[in-house]
């Protein structure tokens, strides 16, 4: 991509270009990218595909900040555009102003503003009601009616019962929703529940017209803007070669574990065992930030309600999920395509991309076989979820996933708002951002999966 094609987005990204007039003040966006994390030049570096951002451009009228992070997979960015636009814009059972109210509630749970603010516009722009954004106690008992709901979906989905989903639906329920209507309200707050983890896992700027994204101070030439979620990150020499040395054990790991699978099978026992055990292990997450802005504070209903580990260590555990019992293959596919059609198949496609998606190296290496590492990564989050795949080994988990890479999958896909830079910079240091972009897709489908998952399981059972 050219310097020009680029400056061209970035501009478009940060709206038209403001004339300054004698007396008037101007504001200026305070971000130098779209991310506090990747640096503009490296990011644009790595090639995001000119294309889809030029369709983006044309079908929404910007580039957002999302859009321009994920544009460094292009297969998964078109998938998960075609996806936002089927659950916020085509024909379907909720309103479009709901739909975007629906994702503000979600938003708010992990105290992401900047996707409060950005369907807030579209709340806004679909004729929604601006009284609706001052507190949940001005929007409609029924969308309230969901924060039970939402808050489990967000924070603790494996305690999500038919009796929630009987209370919402059933025939004396007031008011009821349909089927229908629930499903694209579920779709609609698992998908913003795990794009708040996106957001925060790649440390996303505001954009440049939402509250925090501008100012109005002149720059100053002697002191740089650091934005509040960057590091003072530094690149010693000592780093980089630990780096390096980091990305050949992880090769020889994978090498190794490749050919143990090859020549020795494990007892389901101890299968159960390696499960457990990864599941009960303690990682430390960061420290929990201050509190949100009021603007997403007045749309959080009991803020205090948060992940907890699914089996605290000396604790009786809630059943495991055993996928073989109840998976998105066989069961929650065709019950979401079924109740609100083709967004099973849009889901599915996501899903399969996001698996799938490889380019064949790592770090400096190419020509690397890297589906045991993916797949240790989506297994890993299902297990913090409480779901056990039946074949597979998890003590691959622990041999390819280094600690400071849990810390960054745990904080991310349990505790996003506690997601800083630090934590971001110290796993795969050696690796490309488009890498760790990469690793953040996984986290965000895969914990999007498991959301769906077992409220789906409790409306099959409320069907039966």
Not at 75 to 98: I, M
Not at 139 to 148: D, E, G, I, M, N
Request: charged share 20%; aromatic share 8%.
């Amino acid at each position: 991509m050219s310097d020009i094609t680029r400056s061209g987005f970035w501009c478009c990204a940060a709206g038209p270009p403001i004339m300054s007039e004698q007396g008037v003040e101007v504001p200026r966006s305070l971000a130098t990218g779209p991310s506090a994390f990747i640096p503009a030049k490296e990011m644009f570096k790595e090639g995001p595909d000119q294309d889809i951002l030029i369709e983006s451009f044309l079908s929404l009228g910007r580039v957002d900040h999302i859009t321009m992070v994920m544009a460094l997979h292009p297969a998964y960015l078109s998938c998960f555009l075609k996806t936002q636009h089927a659950l916020l814009e085509v024909d379907g059972p909720l309103p479009r102003h709901w739909r975007h109210y629906i994702a503000i509630m979600a938003a708010a749970r992990h105290h992401c503003s900047y996707l409060v603010q950005q369907h807030s516009a579209g709340f806004l722009e679909a004729g929604g009601e601006e009284s609706w954004l001052s507190g949940l106690e001005h929007a409609p008992t029924k969308l309230r009616s969901l924060q039970t709901l939402n808050r489990l979906l967000a924070h603790r989905p494996w305690l999500i019962t038919q009796q929630h989903i009987q209370e919402l639906v059933c025939p004396g329920a007031e008011p009821r929703w349909s089927l229908a209507e629930l499903i694209h309200a579920v779709v609609l707050m698992a998908q913003a529940h795990s794009l708040s983890s996106f957001v925060w896992g790649c440390g996303l700027n505001p954009e440049p017209d939402h509250i925090g994204g501008y100012t109005f101070q002149p720059p100053s030439p002697s002191h740089l803007h650091r934005s509040p979620h960057s590091p003072a990150h530094e690149d010693g020499r000592q780093e980089l070669v630990d780096g390096a040395m980091e990305v050949e054990v992880l090769m020889k790991r994978m090498v190794e574990l490749q050919q143990q699978q090859e020549e020795e099978e494990c007892t389901q026992e101890e299968m159960v065992t390696r499960f457990e055990r990864e599941r009960s292990e303690s990682i430390p997450t960061a420290v929990v930030r201050g509190a949100p802005p009021e603007l997403v504070l007045r749309l959080v209903e009991d803020p205090e309600f948060r992940y907890e580990d699914f089996a605290p260590r000396g604790e009786q555990a809630p059943p495991t999920m055993r996928a073989q019992d109840y998976s998105w293959e066989d069961h929650g596919f065709s019950l979401v395509n079924r109740l609100l059609p083709d967004m099973g198949q849009l889901l599915d496609e996501k899903f399969q991309i996001v698996s799938n998606l490889t380019y064949h190296r790592m770090a400096m290496h190419e020509g690397v076989d890297t589906h045991t590492l993916r797949k240790a990564l989506w297994n890993y989050i299902h297990c913090l979820y409480g779901i056990r795949y039946d074949d597979y080994d998890y003590g691959s988990v622990n041999v390819l996933l280094e600690r400071s890479l849990k810390v960054f999958v745990k904080t991310m896909a349990c505790h996003p708002e506690q997601t800083t830079a630090r934590i971001y910079h110290t796993f795969w240091r050696h690796f490309r951002h488009s890498e760790k972009v990469h690793a953040n897709l996984i986290v965000m489908e895969a914990r999007l999966q498991a959301a769906l998952l077992y409220t789906l399981r409790a409306i099959t059972h409320y069907m039966r």
